[in-house]
């Protein structure tokens, strides 16, 4: 049997290679939170120089020569060598690293420099024009950003669309035609579902969030719920950022950012929770394997499985809250004055079509992902204009949501995503929200009496559970092969869908 | 003439490897401001990935190919080309470049990896062994670093010391034979002031700086004097570190530290002030020479004239207070009530001898670099083992200042050179302090009124003069050259001595 040893010479590249990774990841994380502004172009470039190196090294004829003793090109499966058979983690490292090595030899070096710089150019623009209000400023670098990821699509090759070439990137096999179902299936139950509520004669009042609360204690009990979710801050950070995300250098260093504002409790306490989410991911991966697939997470949507658990199933349910609530309670004494835990709960859970992603409740969030989704597909495929995006966005916000953003602020510059190039990884954040029931569906019928451990605030045994039915595998499973093996299938909507109508049932007395 | 032009396929790949080498950077302003304890060992390795793989750039064959059509290898000086000369900035970009070249050849890679790891890692264990007060804690790691600093100094090799290869990394050119006599003469005018100060009747209170002092407010009142000096936080940022620095990564993106001791004022403002003036060399470069050496500081005893210019010449000087004491007094009402311009500046200049070099007066500085400088040569020649260090520090303590360190934390693990290879780097502070009373004295002699613009909080003139006379040049010129060029002549002890003679003897009656 050949075993991971036989693969050291391989490994040594790799971890070469993740480490000019993990330097440029340090470099971006820095460019979110502590750049001077004018630090912007010179940045753009270094983190460029580091990505073409890295992919170079990646590409090159020497790991050509070696990936070629062990893996046949036309199936990218592991063959024989020496006479006998792999293990498991080598035959999953083979086809992961094949994967990533047959991709990036389709694009070239200078491509790859060139989208890394205008990417990284590209996000400055974009948090300038998103704070102005000004799309026509953000425009040229969107049309530039663009054009690169339909060249990419080419290069990387598809069967149906482009942007099938670009959602494998984010979720290894996914594709419109995989992910269209799940969209009409969601959308089938949700808008009906949305509608009961707006009709119902509940209505919840969540004006005790718009506050005012300050900044310093909202960050300090996020800190308090991280820790308490055994995110680990002697391999961590918490830090400001205008837009909050995870990011990992290796698994012993593994940061975290939020916003925080006054008049939005929900924000920076959600928001610590959903990164910290991620943050357990990847300080969960085996550390051993830094450097090789076995060592990275699996797919977008899995990560985003984790983070939205916490998020919701977790830190949007009343268990949670049993504890949490009065600690909360105890630090914005004068604000929650009065208000008890069902106020509470049912305002954190209150259900509002509303302008941003990021804030919205569980409920409308897969369709401020649906209108994503679909804008990216014509957008990749040439059928829309980057500047009629504003217009279209209006437009399907009024159709799924019935409001229409009075800014493009509020609207089509909210996210970061395109900015950097990330068409396709929008629908990963649906996936996220069914694999996160799914998951937690799963744990509470493993974990015996998971409802009480939460409520005790004893958050380790749900995380300890996470690390070893997900995190600790890496990429050694593909991603509906890792859902079948913790939950007996693969992504469905079912829970999902069970799941909102039973909470949102009993919210709103459907 | 041949210019620059022509080397432009040069000067790209030039560009390329200071990206890397920025990026480096980078990831060391990291470790030593935000980078949280467990991600220590993975840094070491990633920034040891980036400095290999500078140096194999800076060292391939395709360097070598460029450099020879151009440089005559026995002499490093250009040659013809084309038949025609070069102008100078082609010249000496050729020549600096081939300094660099050809010291970075005597290295092998594996040994730049190598000692990166280890000084990265000796660093962090510095940190803590100080932190503790545990010499023994850091010996293994200090052992490590001498041994790779004597291989170092074998394979760049020397005539006389294995020290001299080391210090002329840092300061082209010098040598001990070089230093020493400036080290004497110091000694022989220095300690018999010394003797006069402490036998004097003048007795300076400098209670007031132990006061009690809100940190907040000190690091903003270190903000104000960094704008004034025009120093550009658009360009910049100013955080916390436990050994104050300047990093850059581009004339766009310049980064000072300081550190907040709330019972000595005198710490954080002037750490503020000293990276300051490096801070304005490094912003003051010539943006468009970036990654070649003409975009390059010229030296470490040049860059820290600049800290200690205007750290002592401008920051202890009582024009300076004129302008910045009411506001400073302002700023701490309750602490500075009743205390007069003449007190403070008596105060902030009081000398006594004391433990901790960064804290001393100008007067017994250059005592504590003495004593760096005769330790290191000594350990570099292998006649001083690193584990009797503790024992020669504290007696050469009590040779030259009559005082002993109560701990190694205040004795020989007070400073971090060591921890990251960098010996034969303390001498340069004091080529610092003799160069920097050098250019100040010039700068009175050709800005009009000079005293009256800094008494008038009009910092921006002698910045201008600074770049224009020293920044912008980068290496154009050699350091004694430039001296030279600045103030007629090279280095010398003279200014400095009758400037501390002078402003002593008034401060002290004698």
Redesign the interface.
Known sequence: MNTLTTLEPLTTKLL?IQ??N???S??SW?QET??????????A???A??QG?AHQKLVSSEMQTLLSQWIDPATGQAVEHSGAAWDEPSRSLLREVWRDFSRAKKLPSDFVVTLSRECSLAQQVWADAKSKNAFAMFLPNLRTILRLKQEEAQYLGYRYSPYDALLDVYEPGATIAGLRPLFETLKARLVPLLKKITQSNVQIDDSILRHSYDQTPQLEFGRLVLTAMGY??????L?LSAHPFTTS??P??V?VTTRVHEHELQSCLFSCIHEGGHGLYDQGLDQRY?GTPLGDSVSLGIHESQSRLWENCVGRSHAFWRFFYPILQQTFQKQLHGVDIEQFYAAINCVKPSLIRVEADELTYNLHIMLRFEIEQDLVEGKTQPEDLPAIWNQKMQDYLGIIPTSDADGVLQDVHWSFGAFGYFPTYTLGNLYSVQFFEQATREIPHLEDEIAAGRLLVLRRWLEQKIHRWGRMFTPPHLAERVTGSTVSPEPFLNYVEKKYGQLYQL
Do not use: K
């Open positions: 070469e480490r000019i993990s330097a440029a340090v470099l820095d502590y750049m001077p502004a004018g630090g912007g172009e010179a940045r470039e270094q983190i120089v580091l190196l680990d801050f002697t391999r961590g950070r830090d250098f290796h012993t260093d940061r830094f």
